[in-house]
Protein backbone atom coordinates (compact mmCIF):
# COMPACT_ATOMS: atom_id res chain seq x y z
CA UNK A 1 0.00 0.00 0.00
CA UNK A 2 1.44 3.45 -1.27
CA UNK A 3 2.74 5.57 2.16
CA UNK A 4 3.99 8.92 2.76
CA UNK A 5 7.63 8.91 3.44
CA UNK A 6 9.81 11.30 5.51
CA UNK A 7 13.32 11.85 5.82
CA UNK A 8 15.01 12.46 7.71
CA UNK A 9 13.45 10.49 10.53
CA UNK A 10 15.69 12.82 13.29
CA UNK A 11 17.42 15.87 12.92
CA UNK A 12 19.58 17.79 15.35
CA UNK A 13 20.17 21.10 14.78
CA UNK A 14 22.00 24.74 16.26
CA UNK A 15 19.93 27.39 17.10
CA UNK A 16 20.44 30.10 14.19
CA UNK A 17 20.88 27.25 11.58
CA UNK A 18 18.49 26.24 8.74
CA UNK A 19 17.02 22.81 8.24
CA UNK A 20 15.32 21.58 5.47
CA UNK A 21 12.77 18.80 6.09
CA UNK A 22 11.78 16.15 3.15
CA UNK A 23 8.74 14.39 2.38
CA UNK A 24 7.89 11.69 -0.42
CA UNK A 25 3.78 11.83 -0.96
CA UNK A 26 1.91 9.55 -2.25
CA UNK A 27 2.40 9.25 -5.86
CA UNK A 28 -1.29 10.57 -7.36
CA UNK A 29 -2.19 12.72 -4.14
CA UNK A 30 -2.73 16.64 -5.10
CA UNK A 31 -2.64 18.41 -2.04
CA UNK A 32 0.10 18.65 0.26
CA UNK A 33 0.57 19.50 4.13
CA UNK A 34 2.57 20.16 6.82
CA UNK A 35 1.34 19.90 10.91
CA UNK A 36 3.46 19.93 13.87
CA UNK A 37 3.16 18.43 17.11
CA UNK A 38 5.42 19.84 20.00
CA UNK A 39 6.03 16.88 22.55
CA UNK A 40 3.02 16.37 24.69
CA UNK A 41 1.11 18.86 22.71
CA UNK A 42 -1.80 18.55 19.88
CA UNK A 43 -1.09 18.57 15.94
CA UNK A 44 -1.00 21.88 14.63
CA UNK A 45 -2.05 22.88 11.08
CA UNK A 46 1.21 24.79 9.58
CA UNK A 47 0.43 24.93 5.81
CA UNK A 48 -1.31 23.62 2.44
CA UNK A 49 -0.06 23.46 -1.11
CA UNK A 50 -1.80 22.89 -3.90
CA UNK A 51 -0.99 23.41 -8.06
CA UNK A 52 2.19 24.56 -6.63
CA UNK A 53 1.46 27.41 -4.46
CA UNK A 54 0.73 27.84 -0.70
CA UNK A 55 -3.17 27.81 -0.15
CA UNK A 56 -3.68 28.48 3.05
CA UNK A 57 -1.07 29.01 6.20
CA UNK A 58 -0.98 29.32 10.07
CA UNK A 59 -0.18 31.83 12.19
CA UNK A 60 3.14 29.42 13.23
CA UNK A 61 3.92 29.64 9.46
CA UNK A 62 5.97 32.84 9.11
CA UNK A 63 8.46 34.24 7.10
CA UNK A 64 11.24 31.76 9.00
CA UNK A 65 9.25 29.24 7.01
CA UNK A 66 8.70 28.18 3.33
CA UNK A 67 7.58 24.52 1.14
CA UNK A 68 8.68 23.86 -2.18
CA UNK A 69 7.71 21.13 -4.33
CA UNK A 70 10.95 20.72 -6.38
CA UNK A 71 10.70 18.00 -8.70
CA UNK A 72 7.45 16.67 -8.81
CA UNK A 73 7.46 13.74 -6.30
CA UNK A 74 9.61 16.00 -3.37
CA UNK A 75 7.27 18.16 -0.78
CA UNK A 76 10.04 20.13 1.41
CA UNK A 77 9.62 22.31 4.42
CA UNK A 78 12.57 24.82 5.13
CA UNK A 79 13.18 26.23 8.39
CA UNK A 80 15.75 29.27 7.51
CA UNK A 81 16.80 30.45 11.01
CA UNK A 82 15.77 27.67 13.73
CA UNK A 83 14.85 28.56 16.93
CA UNK A 84 14.49 26.42 20.39
CA UNK A 85 10.84 26.46 19.99
CA UNK A 86 10.88 24.84 16.64
CA UNK A 87 11.47 21.59 18.46
CA UNK A 88 9.05 19.15 17.41
CA UNK A 89 7.95 16.49 15.22
CA UNK A 90 6.61 17.46 11.76
CA UNK A 91 4.53 15.62 9.66
CA UNK A 92 3.90 15.67 5.60
CA UNK A 93 0.26 14.64 4.91
CA UNK A 94 -1.10 14.15 1.20
CA UNK A 95 -4.58 13.83 -0.08
CA UNK A 96 -6.18 13.21 -3.26
CA UNK A 97 -8.41 16.30 -5.36
CA UNK A 98 -11.72 13.44 -4.98
CA UNK A 99 -11.51 12.59 -1.45
CA UNK A 100 -11.00 14.23 2.10
CA UNK A 101 -8.86 11.68 3.88
CA UNK A 102 -5.28 12.69 4.69
CA UNK A 103 -2.91 10.11 5.00
CA UNK A 104 0.50 10.75 7.20
CA UNK A 105 4.12 10.35 6.88
CA UNK A 106 6.12 9.10 10.19
CA UNK A 107 7.24 12.25 11.02
CA UNK A 108 10.90 14.32 11.59
CA UNK A 109 11.79 14.76 15.54
CA UNK A 110 13.53 17.93 15.34
CA UNK A 111 15.31 19.46 18.03
CA UNK A 112 16.95 22.56 17.97
CA UNK A 113 19.80 23.52 20.78
CA UNK B 1 -13.48 31.30 21.31
CA UNK B 2 -12.96 28.04 18.97
CA UNK B 3 -12.48 24.77 20.81
CA UNK B 4 -12.10 21.23 20.79
CA UNK B 5 -12.23 18.82 23.61
CA UNK B 6 -11.56 15.28 24.12
CA UNK B 7 -12.22 12.99 27.06
CA UNK B 8 -9.89 14.58 29.31
CA UNK B 9 -8.17 11.84 30.97
CA UNK B 10 -7.10 8.74 29.54
CA UNK B 11 -9.26 6.13 29.03
CA UNK B 12 -8.33 2.50 31.46
CA UNK B 13 -10.94 -0.44 30.05
CA UNK B 14 -11.14 -4.11 30.07
CA UNK B 15 -10.12 -6.23 27.18
CA UNK B 16 -13.37 -7.37 25.64
CA UNK B 17 -15.16 -4.13 26.24
CA UNK B 18 -16.68 -1.38 24.31
CA UNK B 19 -14.23 2.19 24.32
CA UNK B 20 -16.20 5.29 23.85
CA UNK B 21 -14.35 8.56 22.95
CA UNK B 22 -16.05 11.89 22.85
CA UNK B 23 -15.25 14.87 20.73
CA UNK B 24 -16.54 18.11 21.65
CA UNK B 25 -16.16 21.55 19.66
CA UNK B 26 -17.34 24.69 19.80
CA UNK B 27 -17.93 28.00 17.82
CA UNK B 28 -16.51 25.67 14.44
CA UNK B 29 -18.60 24.41 11.56
CA UNK B 30 -16.72 21.12 9.99
CA UNK B 31 -17.70 19.98 6.44
CA UNK B 32 -16.34 16.28 7.69
CA UNK B 33 -14.86 15.13 11.18
CA UNK B 34 -12.27 12.22 11.19
CA UNK B 35 -10.89 9.54 13.52
CA UNK B 36 -6.75 8.98 13.19
CA UNK B 37 -4.89 6.69 15.75
CA UNK B 38 -1.44 7.81 16.96
CA UNK B 39 1.16 5.57 18.72
CA UNK B 40 4.38 6.79 20.63
CA UNK B 41 6.53 8.94 18.37
CA UNK B 42 4.73 8.12 15.31
CA UNK B 43 2.12 9.56 12.67
CA UNK B 44 -1.08 9.96 12.77
CA UNK B 45 -3.14 7.05 11.06
CA UNK B 46 -6.61 7.94 9.94
CA UNK B 47 -9.51 5.22 10.71
CA UNK B 48 -12.94 6.82 10.24
CA UNK B 49 -14.39 10.13 8.17
CA UNK B 50 -17.97 10.75 8.29
CA UNK B 51 -19.34 14.35 7.10
CA UNK B 52 -21.45 17.17 8.25
CA UNK B 53 -24.70 15.32 6.53
CA UNK B 54 -24.12 11.84 7.70
CA UNK B 55 -25.11 10.19 11.46
CA UNK B 56 -23.22 6.93 11.93
CA UNK B 57 -20.46 4.81 10.00
CA UNK B 58 -18.84 1.94 11.01
CA UNK B 59 -15.62 0.09 9.91
CA UNK B 60 -14.97 -3.00 11.28
CA UNK B 61 -15.49 -3.07 14.96
CA UNK B 62 -15.00 0.86 14.60
CA UNK B 63 -18.02 3.44 15.28
CA UNK B 64 -18.04 7.00 14.91
CA UNK B 65 -21.34 9.34 15.49
CA UNK B 66 -21.74 12.44 14.21
CA UNK B 67 -24.59 15.45 15.93
CA UNK B 68 -23.82 18.81 14.44
CA UNK B 69 -26.96 20.06 16.98
CA UNK B 70 -24.95 18.83 19.87
CA UNK B 71 -21.12 19.75 18.21
CA UNK B 72 -20.17 16.30 19.34
CA UNK B 73 -18.66 13.18 17.52
CA UNK B 74 -18.18 9.91 19.90
CA UNK B 75 -16.10 6.95 18.36
CA UNK B 76 -16.80 3.45 19.36
CA UNK B 77 -14.34 0.01 19.44
CA UNK B 78 -16.27 -2.51 20.58
CA UNK B 79 -14.31 -5.97 21.66
CA UNK B 80 -11.58 -3.95 22.56
CA UNK B 81 -7.97 -5.87 22.62
CA UNK B 82 -4.73 -5.07 24.25
CA UNK B 83 -3.34 -3.94 20.56
CA UNK B 84 -6.10 -1.13 20.48
CA UNK B 85 -3.91 0.48 22.86
CA UNK B 86 -2.77 4.11 21.24
CA UNK B 87 -4.05 7.51 21.14
CA UNK B 88 -6.74 8.59 19.46
CA UNK B 89 -7.44 12.10 17.87
CA UNK B 90 -9.87 13.91 16.48
CA UNK B 91 -9.67 16.15 13.41
CA UNK B 92 -12.47 18.88 12.12
CA UNK B 93 -12.21 19.56 8.43
CA UNK B 94 -12.78 22.46 5.80
CA UNK B 95 -13.57 24.50 8.98
CA UNK B 96 -13.12 27.68 7.25
CA UNK B 97 -14.03 29.35 4.20
CA UNK B 98 -10.94 28.31 1.96
CA UNK B 99 -11.90 24.70 1.83
CA UNK B 100 -8.10 23.83 1.68
CA UNK B 101 -8.51 20.63 3.51
CA UNK B 102 -6.69 21.91 6.56
CA UNK B 103 -7.03 19.73 9.97
CA UNK B 104 -7.67 21.09 13.30
CA UNK B 105 -7.05 18.41 15.93
CA UNK B 106 -8.20 17.94 19.31
CA UNK B 107 -5.98 17.21 21.98
CA UNK B 108 -6.44 13.31 21.72
CA UNK B 109 -7.45 10.24 24.13
CA UNK B 110 -5.57 7.96 25.47
CA UNK B 111 -6.70 4.47 25.63
CA UNK B 112 -5.42 1.62 27.83
CA UNK B 113 -6.88 -1.76 27.31
CA UNK B 114 -5.98 -4.04 29.63
CA UNK B 115 -5.87 -8.10 29.38
Known amino acids: EPEVTQTPSHQVTQMGQEVILRCVPISNHLYFYWYRQILGQKVEFLVS????????KSEIFDDQFSVERPDGSNFTLKIRSTKLEDSAMYFC???????????FGPGTRLLVL | SQKIEQNSEALNIQEGKTATLTCNYTNYSPAYLQWYRQDPGRGPVFLLL?????KEKRKERLKVTFDTTLKQSLFHITASQPADSATYLC??????????????FGQGTTLQVKP
Open chain 2, 91 to 104: ALGDVGSSNTGKLI
Open chain 1, 49 to 56: FYNNEISE
Open chain 1, 93 to 103: ASRTGGAETQY
Open chain 2, 50 to 54: IRENE
